[in-house]
């Protein structure tokens, strides 16, 4: 698989991540590691966490998709080969600070993170989204010393929109604090919005930028047709989690124009989600996709799309479906 660099660090990187947030309630434990081990094979050594997940299970779930990682890692002997990237910001139990960017809760998630992973260093550690009630030198001095420490080797930060990366890349410059090395936003063909600032301030700055969603949360899978309604064991109706996926995907517009996409993809013997998965790693300055599934075999048509060039037709047809979208209003916070 094409390997990338992480931004300006040495690292390398698979131009695919694997994303777990399944692990735990989407899937258990058997059909995660069944999915650990199909991507692995397939040269996707790049894991992406956060210890709030699984997606749609609360607080009596969160940190078992860590669980199940860690215990995968320490059973296939496989953590020296494995790039390993968590997050941390959500609410991880009932207590007024068990949640944000604070020291407090910072240091506390990490070795909490650590101890589920079964590890003594976390790859990347990023900030799932901002917190607006921390100071960010605060956050940035917390992230530092977990570097220097030894227990974290770079740092990343999720869902920023530019204010605040640029205001955390100020601040570190000042301090002489270790920056977000790696950005983590939405991307893909219904959703665009980072082209327009986001992703040439991290080509300029050199900044890794893994992105997530490049299916759409499987719309992008052409399984789906206009007029239907979301079906039941969906990421769409998943609790805690479908209101944000329909609200994010699920209208009569995007849902035609992913028809329309799928008919003509499918008519030179294209998966679209192999079609999706490519176009997102042909934009300039993409380091990585985060793919996920809750059955192993679901990665094959967004594996494929690692190695599969868009020619200039299919290229054309997805650049436009973007552009007879109507807009909508940016959302603040988690995006």
Known sequence: MDRRPLGRTGIRVPSLCLGTMTFGVQCDEPAS??????AFAAGVDFFDTADVYPLGGGLPTVG???EI????????????RVFLATKCRGQMGSATNDVGLSRFHIQRAVEASLRRLQTDVIDLYQTHFFDPYTPIDETLRALDDLVRAGKVRYVGC?????????????AARELGLTRYETLQPRYNLLYREIETELLPYARQEKLGVIVYNPIAGGLLSGKYRAGEKPREGTRFTLKGAGEMYQHRYW??????????????????????????????????????????????EQLEATVAGAELKLDPEVQKLCDGVWWNLPRRPVAEGYR
């Not at 799928?262 to 998965?277: C, D, I, M, P, Q």
Request: aromatic share 6%; no cysteine; charged share 20%.
């Open 158 to 170: 999720s869902n920023y929109p530019l204010y605040r990366l640029a205001e955390a890349a100020s």
């Open 33 to 38: 590691f069944a999915i650990m081990d199909r």
């Open 251 to 296: 209208d009569q517009v995007q849902l035609g124009a992913v028809e329309e996409l799928a008919k003509e993809v499918e008519a030179r013997g294209l998966s679209l989600a192999s079609v999706a998965t490519a176009w997102v790693l042909g934009q300039p300055g993409i380091t990585s996709a985060i793919i996920g599934a809750s059955r192993a």
């Open 64 to 66: 078992r998709t860590e």
């Open 69 to 80: 990682i860690g215990k995968w890692l320490v059973e296939r002997g496989l953590r020296s």
